[in-house]
């Protein structure tokens, strides 16, 4: 008896749950959009209305054309296509459909998956010979949790080229996991190869006879003659651009760009500050960092020990042509404690909001980020009449500027300026960065002579800089 009491609650709930989630779907007037979703390449929505459509209005993202919407004589089925330019960004049309009744009803359609596309370089192929690379087709998110895709059938556009399947298709590819094909070029003419790879996967909600939508990942071919690469050949033959990997900075100061989806970057300044930091999206990432204890205070020679760490996060966005924005925030502390006393000497808690705008492209960007630091310090104090502790409040504005110009082929100068008000100091840095595809080293120098606040300058007033930065 309790086993059927339990069936039964449990079937209750089975029957509340599907209720709920028909009311949260139900729309005024029996307004439905189908599919409910979106798709890479051509979509087609149908909108129906029992009491016929008045007005279909639009807001779609970039990316994104739709023909059709507007005033209507009541029909009661109408067919709009959308075409999707992208497969790897976000995107979304928000429809609103009234009837001829007056009920409104608002649909949000977005890709519900996005890829990372990839270019696989095959490098350079004599004629005559074969080269191979592995391909691969990979979901974010966890095993079990979002579905899976369907994987139809893989094709290409060239002849001379062979894609090598590990197994029969179609196959159902799991959020979390990977798989991995061969695509083979037979080199035949020397030249310069670009080809598409485009796997096609199932949609769930076919329409307008559309069953699968396209993915393509990029394959480039430099095919030689035999042991000689002529002159004429070098020339047009140039080397593959190379893109600064950390465009999300200008030197140290964040700026407004976030790193590509599913990208993770971990960095170190002068061998002590440490800064790390991990994109969820092409829009949104997190940052963390901080300052190790120097060697002396490891040992106990100078009796001092001082850290500091800070986390946050930043969400950026694309606003026009070479233009991006961003807004972040970020808390932390910072701590003294000196071996003589056993009491804590200083603690500094801050809480930080910021905004940075960037101008300029991945070779050439100029960068602004203001902010405002609020800090509370907690002072430990020895004098005469006994020791206690002082509290206050330091808040000051922070505004840095900065950019990065590249010269050659790896090679790129950076610099930045930043003044902060209890600073002292108004620090300048310019640096050289020689990076590669995943990693960016800077070696320049800092300035500190300027001294702001009634400050005095260091007596040295220049530091060498020295970061090195990787992203995976």
Not at 74 to 103: F, H, I
Not at 365 to 390: C, E
Request: aromatic content about 10%; proline content about 7%; hydrophobic content about 40%.
């Amino acid at each position: 008896m309790n086993q059927l009491n339990r069936m039964a609650r449990l079937l209750c709930f089975f029957i509340a749950f599907v209720a709920s989630v028909a009311l949260l779907h139900a729309q005024p007037g029996g307004i439905t959009v189908t599919p409910p979703e979106l798709y890479p390449g051509l979509n087609e929505l149908i909108i129906t209305a029992p009491a016929g459509i008045q007005e279909i209005t639009s807001v779609v993202t970039p990316n994104v054309e739709l023909e059709g919407g507007g005033l209507y004589s009541c029909e009661k089925e109408v067919r709009l296509n959308v075409l999707v330019k992208t497969a790897s960004q976000e995107v979304t049309v928000n429809l609103k459909v009234r009837d001829c009744r007056g009920n409104e009803a608002q649909f949000p359609m977005r890709l519900n998956t996005t890829w990372n596309l990839d270019t696989i370089r095959f490098g350079r192929i004599e004629t005559g010979k074969t080269g191979c690379k592995l391909f691969r087709i990979s979901l974010n998110g966890i095993v079990g949790i979002g579905g899976a895709v369907t994987l139809d059938s893989v094709t290409t556009t060239l002849n001379n080229v062979r894609i090598k399947l590990p197994t029969k298709l179609p196959l159902n590819i799991p959020r979390g996991s990977e798989f991995k094909y061969e695509v083979c070029f037979d080199a035949d003419e020397p030249g310069l190869y670009e080809f598409p790879v485009i796997t096609w996967i199932r949609r769930p909600y076919p329409s307008g006879g559309q069953t699968t939508y396209p993915v393509a990942d990029t394959g480039v071919v430099r095919v030689v003659k035999p042991h000689h690469i002529p002159d004429e050949v070098k020339d047009w033959l140039p080397d593959p651009p190379l893109v600064d990997p950390t465009t999300f900075r200008s030197v140290g100061v964040p700026n407004a760009i976030i790193p590509k989806k599913g990208k993770f970057f971990l960095g170190s300044y002068d061998l002590l500050g440490l800064v790390g930091g991990y994109s969820f999206s092409n829009n949104f990432m997190v940052l963390a960092g901080g300052a190790l204890p120097l060697p002396d205070d490891w040992g106990g020679v100078r009796g001092d020990a001082f850290g500091a760490y800070s986390i946050g996060a930043k969400g950026g966005w694309d606003i026009g042509k070479n233009l991006n924005v961003a807004a972040g925030y970020q808390v932390g502390r910072s701590v003294l404690d000196k071996e003589a006393t056993p009491e804590l000497e200083s603690s500094i808690f801050f809480h930080a909001p910021y905004a940075a705008i960037s101008y300029g492209n991945d070779s050439s960007r100029i960068s602004a980020t203001v902010g405002y630091v609020f800090k509370r310090h907690r002072t430990f104090i020895q004098d005469p009449n006994g020791n206690f502790f002082d509290e206050y409040d330091r808040d000051a504005p922070v505004v840095a500027i900065g950019g990065d110009y590249q010269f050659a082929r790896g090679w790129k100068v950076a610099g930045e300026a930043a003044y902060m008000k209890t600073l002292g100091v108004l620090p300048i840095i310019g640096t050289v960065r020689y990076f590669g595809e995943t990693y960016a080293i800077d070696a320049g120098v800092g300035y500190v002579g300027i001294a702001t606040e009634g400050a005095e300058a260091p007596a040295i007033p220049l530091a060498p800089i020295l970061s090195a930065v990787f992203v995976f």
